[in-house]
């Protein structure tokens, strides 16, 4: 009896705050202004600056052939003799540069996937990926590393602008999943320790390509 009174009690009080009008916030505002002023510098350097800060890894390439010669040196670096990768355009770009290391084992059995995305934001040092990408979403979540190759062409300041971006390219047929990924998978849910790794990738990294679109 005394649960069936408390929850009356509380379902009175939802009913009650709901027949008050609550004044909008900003009254003068119609939606459409940006919270985020753009700073104006570059945006390669912005994303830089603020992926690195979430412990992502950047490495800026001034064309398609130095994207894949960095990753041929982060390969004998770290020792890494296959990268899974289903992308026909990300295959191509490094195919045709000599890169022959892709791999055909599953993905679950995958140490490294390589990645391409829908765009960056630079003020949040986010990847923005989505369903309409070739297993864009699952390669960059369950293998221990995970390589984005974007182009400068794909920066955009804020998140905002990002998202208008996907509406203008996708119109009403957006893709069913858009992921926001900022650097390595964390978590603090046991007791405030951070954790690394958790529930996606240890380590992310991002090779930017100077395009000639941007």
Partial sequence: MDSLS??????RKIRKALQQTVPLPFPASDGNINAFKDPGEDLSIV????????SGK????????DAVSQILSLCKERQWKELY????GVRSIFEKNGFKAFTNVPLVDAGVSITSCELLVARTGTIVLSSALKEGRTASVYAPIHICVAKTSQLFFDIRDGLQQL???YGNNLPSLITFASGPSRTADIEKTLVVGVHGPAEVFCFLIESEES
């Avoid at 408390?6 to 379902?11: D, Q, T, V």
């Avoid at 950047?58 to 052939?65: K, L, P, R, T």
């Avoid at 990768?85 to 026909?88: F, M, T």
């Fill in 58 to 65: 950047f490495a800026y390439c001034q064309n398609e052939s």
């Fill in 6 to 11: 408390s929850k009356e009690n509380i379902l």
């Fill in 85 to 88: 990768c289903v992308e026909e």
């Fill in 47 to 54: 994303f830089a600056e603020q992926f690195t800060r979430l």
């Fill in 167 to 169: 509406q203008k390219k």
